[in-house]
Every structure is written in structure tokens, then in C-alpha cells.
């Protein structure tokens, strides 16, 4: 069992900068990767980026490469996710996610929310023009 908490999400104006943070409780944090997606009322839920299991290899959505970075820190059970750059569009809330894997498959084959196991509480991001 994964329990996850995120925070840092607020009110940023265009072009500022935020680092979301996701506090996961368990021992085995560091046997799943990583998501992260974000959401919109009357939208699907929009993968952002993932992260494996070692903090080594991520994958990011094509549109927010450049702009947003996946990162973790396993000794403090913590997943990140620096967004810079920020445009209204990225107004939504984010959710942090963890899937269980052995390392085996690609990272882009989790950019499905079905994929994950578990799911954080998600924090409001708004950018204001």
C-alpha cells in the first residue's frame, strides 16, 4: 500500500515557475515509478511525465518537454515535479501516481492513468495571464 500527498500547487503568474512535491508513506517507494498527470473538469486526465523506479530514467509528454521536469529522491520518499515557464494552459490540478514495476517496461508505456496503482489527492495550479 502507497499513500500519496502533494503539495506546492497556487497562484503563479504566466511565465513564473512552481515545483510540485509528492510525499509517498511505504517502505517500497522505490520499487515503483512515478507519475505525474494533471486534470481539467469536462477533460481527460493528461499525462504530464514519469520516472523510474532509480530516478534515472523519466519520460515526459512531447508538448511540456523543456518546460516541465520529473525528478525523485528516494531517501525521502519524494517525487517532483518542476514546472517553469508557466502558461494559463497549465492551469489544472495535478496528481501525483505510482505504478508498481520490475523496471522492464519503457517508461512511455505508462502514460495511461489506468496503468497506476495508486493516486495522491492532487493540488490546484493556476496561472494567471
Known amino acids: 500500500q502507497v499513500q500519496l500527498v502533494e503539495s506546492g500547487g497556487r497562484l503563479v503568474q504566466a511565465g513564473g515557475s512552481l515545483r510540485l512535491s509528492c510525499a509517498a508513506s511505504?517502505?517500497?517507494?522505490?520499487?515503483?515509478?512515478m507519475g505525474w498527470f494533471r486534470h481539467n473538469p469536462g477533460k481527460e486526465r493528461e499525462f504530464v511525465a514519469v520516472i523510474g523506479w532509480d530516478g534515472v530514467s523519466t519520460y515526459t509528454a512531447d508538448s511540456l518537454k523543456g518546460r516541465f521536469t520529473i525528478s525523485r529522491d528516494n531517501a525521502k520518499n519524494t517525487v517532483y515535479l518542476q514546472m517553469n515557464s508557466l502558461k494559463p494552459e497549465d492551469t489544472a490540478v495535478y496528481y501525483c501516481?505510482?505504478?508498481?514495476?520490475?523496471?522492464?517496461?519503457?517508461?512511455?508505456?505508462?502514460?495511461?492513468?489506468?496503468?497506476?496503482?495508486?493516486w495522491g489527492q492532487g493540488t490546484q495550479v493556476t496561472v494567471s495571464s
Open positions: 511505504g517502505r517500497t517507494f522505490s520499487t515503483y515509478a
Open positions: 501516481a505510482a505504478v508498481l514495476t520490475s523496471g522492464s517496461r519503457p517508461l512511455r508505456t505508462f502514460s495511461k492513468s489506468y496503468e497506476y496503482n495508486y
